[in-house]
C-alpha cells in the first residue's frame, strides 16, 4: 500500500513524483578525521538559511558511539534531541534522520521519540531506518549483529503500530505489550519511513514495506539500474532518495573529480550531475560538506544561489518561513 502522506509538510516539502529536491546533511560544515568542529550557534545559523533560501530538508545522523574506522561522528549530538533543537528555530523545511538504527533501540523508545518531534515540528518529520553498520555497536548494546535484518523487520512493525492503534497488543522480539498506549501519535498517525541501503532485506519486502529507498550514491549507469529495479518493485510510486558528497570549487566550470562517495567540481558540473540523477528517477538528494575545502556558508549560499534554482522545493501552502 502506498500512502499519500497529504496531510504531512515535510514530505510534501522533499518529495514530488517526477522532480528532485535538495537536502542538506549535518554537520552543515567542512571537516577533516571524525569529530567535526559543531559550533552550534553557526550550525543553527545556517538551519534558519537552509530555511528560508528553501531547501527541502535537514538530515541528522544517528551515530551513537564513535568508531574511529568509520572516520565520522556526525552531528555527535542525539538524533531525536538535535533535531528538535532545530525544529523549534525553523518553520518549514522537513527535518530527517539519515539514518535511525533500528535494531539498537526498542521500538516503544523510537516511536514515542519520533512522534514527538513530529508533533512539535507539525508533521515535519521523515524518518531514514537502518539496520547498522558499524560493528562496534551491536556488542555494546548486547546483540548479536547477525540478528539486525529479523530486528529491524519487527522494528518496523511494531513502531507503526504503536503509531496508528490504539492500546494495540503486540508481541516482539522486543517484548510485551498488553492493555497499554503509546502517547503522542504522530500526524496521520504514520511518519514517513525510508528504507536506508537493504538493511539485509530483499527489494520487494523494501518496496513492500518501505515508504520510499534512501541509498547510497552510485555512478550514474549503476544507480540507474537501482532506480529501474525500484521502479519495476514500486508499481505505484514510491520515492528514491540518495546522499551526495560534494567539495565545491570556486571555479564554476570546474570538471568532476572524484572523491570519497562523491565528486569536486565546480557548480555548473554539479548542477549537471542532479539533472542525470532527475532523469533517472532520484527524487531527493542530501548533500554532504564533510571533504569540503572551503568554509561551508560560503558553499551554501553558492548553493542557493546557482545550483537550487535548477531543483526547487515546492512548499504546502500553509508552510510560512519566518
Do not use: C
Not at 567542512?30 to 550557534?41: F, T
Not at 541528522?60 to 574511529?68: E, W
Not at 523508545?109 to 555497536?137: H, M, N, P, Y
Not at 512493525?157 to 496508528?164: C, E, M, P, V
Amino acid at each position: 500500500m502506498t500512502y499519500t502522506f497529504s496531510d504531512r509538510p515535510g514530505w510534501d516539502a522533499m518529495f514530488r513524483q517526477g522532480e528532485l529536491t535538495l537536502g542538506l546533511m549535518y554537520p552543515l560544515e567542512s571537516y577533516s578525521g571524525a569529530v567535526p568542529r559543531l559550533d552550534v550557534a553557526e550550525q543553527v545559523e545556517q538551519s534558519v538559511l537552509a530555511d528560508q533560501r528553501g531547501f527541502a530538508a535537514l538530515w541528522a545522523r544517528d551515530v551513537p558511539l564513535l568508531d574511529l574506522s568509520f572516520g565520522d561522528g556526525g552531528q555527535l549530538y542525539d538524533t531525536w534531541v538535535w533535531l528538535t533543537h532545530i525544529a523549534a528555530k525553523t518553520s518549514r523545511i522537513a527535518l530527517a534522520t539519515g539514518s535511525t538504527v533500528l535494531p539498537l533501540r526498542n521500538p516503544i523508545d523510537v516511536a514515542k521519540a519520533a512522534a514527538s518531534l513530529d508533533q512539535l515540528s507539525g508533521g515535519r518529520l521523515v524518518i531514514g531506518a537502518a539496520t547498522g553498520d558499524r560493528g562496534v555497536e551491536f556488542p555494546a548494546y548486547g546483540l548479536n549483529r547477525d540478528h539486525s535484518g529479523q530486528l529491524f523487520r519487527e522494528s518496523v512493525t511494531t513502531i507503526r503500530r504503536l503509531w496508528g492503534e490504539d492500546f494495540p497488543d503486540v508481541d516482539s522480539v522486543y517484548g510485551t505489550l498488553r492493555g497499554t498506549d503509546l502517547l503522542p501519535k504522530p500526524v496521520g498517525r504514520r511518519i514517513p519511513l525510508l528504507v536506508t541501503g537493504n538493511s539485509r532485506q530483499d527489494v520487494e519486502w523494501i518496496a513492500e514495506h518501505g515508504d520510499g529507498w534512501l541509498m547510497y550514491p552510485r555512478p550514474i549507469v549503476q544507480q540507474r539500474m537501482i532506480t529501474t529495479a525500484w521502479q519495476q518493485a514500486t508499481p505505484e510510486w514510491k520515492p528514491f532518495a540518495q546522499s551526495l558528497y560534494i567539495d565545491l570549487e570556486e571555479d564554476a566550470n570546474g570538471v568532476p573529480k572524484p572523491i570519497h562517495l562523491g565528486f569536486r567540481s565546480g557548480w555548473r558540473a554539479l548542477v549537471e550531475h542532479l539533472g542525470q540523477l532527475h532523469d533517472i528517477g532520484v527524487n531527493h538528494v542530501a548533500i554532504n560538506l564533510k571533504y569540503g575545502r572551503r568554509p561551508a556558508p560560503e558553499v551554501l549560499q553558492e548553493i542557493a544561489e546557482n545550483v537550487l534554482p535548477h531543483f526547487p522545493t515546492v512548499f504546502p501552502e500553509t508552510a510560512k518561513v519566518h
